[in-house]
C-alpha cells in the first residue's frame, strides 16, 4: 500500500479535504517535528501530513527541525513524500503563481543538521549519491498528474535553496542567475538529502510566490490572489497524483 506523505509550506498549513483519522505527536531520537503528523485519507488514499513550519506557521526556515520531520515521516510508514515549497522566481518568467517541479538544486544554506549520518566510533562513514536529488519516478508521476489535471507546470529547474529567513539580496539574485537556478526558496535542503538517506522518494512542488530580488508587495490583493491561485494548482496536482 502506498502510503503518501505531504509535507506543506508557506500557505499550505492545512490539506482541504483530508478526512483526518488521528494526530500522532512523535518523538524521534532527532527531537520534536515541526508538529503532529495528521494521518488519514484524502481522495480515498492513505496520507500523512506535516505542516514544515508548524499549524501556525511559526517556525523560520532556519529553524526547522528537518531531521525529527523526515525521520517521523518514513517512521509512519510514508512511502513517498511529495514537499510543497512556496518559492521566488529567479528566472524572469517564471512570475507568480507559476509551479515548477525542478530536477536539480544547489544548496547555499550553512549551519544546518544536514545528515543522519554523524559518524562516530561505532558509525562507518555514509556518502549518499545525491547527484540527482529528486526521484525520478515521483517526479514523473507528478508531472503526469499535472498534465492530467490540466495545470501549468515547468518541467524541470534547478531550486537555489538559501539560508533565510531573511531575502535574498540584488546581487545574490544575480549570482544565481548566472549560476543557473530558476527558482530560490529556504526549506529544500537539507530535507532532500535526508529523505535520500532513509531512502524515501521525495519530489517538490513549488509554487512562485514572488520574483526574487523584485521587493514583495505585501497586502496587494492581486499577489495575494495569485499566490492563491498557485496553491490551488498545487491542490489540484495532488489530487490527481493520488487519485
Not at 500523512?48 to 517521523?72: D, K, S
Not at 536529488?133 to 535553496?161: F, K, N, W
Not at 521525495?202 to 505585501?218: D, E, M
Amino acid at each position: 500500500m502506498t502510503v503518501t506523505a505531504i509535507i506543506g509550506g508557506t500557505g499550505l498549513s492545512q490539506i482541504e479535504g483530508l478526512v483526518v483519522a488521528r494526530r500522532e505527536m512523535v518523538r524521534t531520537p532527532w527531537g520534536q517535528p515541526s508538529g503532529p503528523l495528521l494521518h488519514g485519507n484524502l481522495y480515498g488514499q492513505p496520507v500523512v501530513f506535516l505542516a514544515r513550519h508548524g499549524q501556525l506557521h511559526t517556525l523560520p526556515p532556519h529553524r526547522i527541525n528537518y531531521r525529527a520531520n523526515v525521520w517521523a515521516l518514513a517512521h509512519a510508514g510514508a512511502s513517498r513524500i511529495i514537499a510543497v515549497a512556496a518559492v521566488g522566481g529567479v528566472d524572469p518568467v517564471l512570475t507568480p503563481p507559476s509551479l515548477v517541479l525542478p530536477d536539480q538544486l544547489i544548496d547555499y544554506t550553512s549551519d544546518r543538521e544536514h545528515t543522519f549520518y554523524e559518524g562516530g566510533d561505532a558509525a562507518s562513514v555514509v556518502h549518499v549519491d545525491f547527484r540527482e536529488p529528486y526521484d525520478s519516478g515521483l517526479r514523473q508521476a507528478l508531472a503526469d498528474a499535472a498534465e492530467s489535471a490540466a495545470v501549468a507546470m515547468q518541467i524541470g529547474g534547478v531550486y537555489g535553496v538559501t539560508q533565510g529567513p531573511r531575502c535574498e539580496t540584488a546581487a545574490e539574485v544575480l549570482r544565481m542567475q548566472r549560476e543557473g537556478c530558476s527558482i530560490t526558496g529556504m526549506t529544500g535542503m537539507p530535507e532532500a538529502v535526508l529523505a535520500r538517506e532513509l531512502g524515501v522518494p521525495y519530489a517538490p512542488i513549488c509554487v512562485v510566490v514572488s520574483r526574487a530580488g523584485v521587493p514583495p508587495a505585501h497586502g496587494d490583493p492581486a499577489l495575494e490572489q495569485a499566490v492563491e491561485r498557485g496553491l490551488d494548482s498545487v491542490r489540484s496536482v495532488i489530487a490527481a497524483v493520488l487519485k
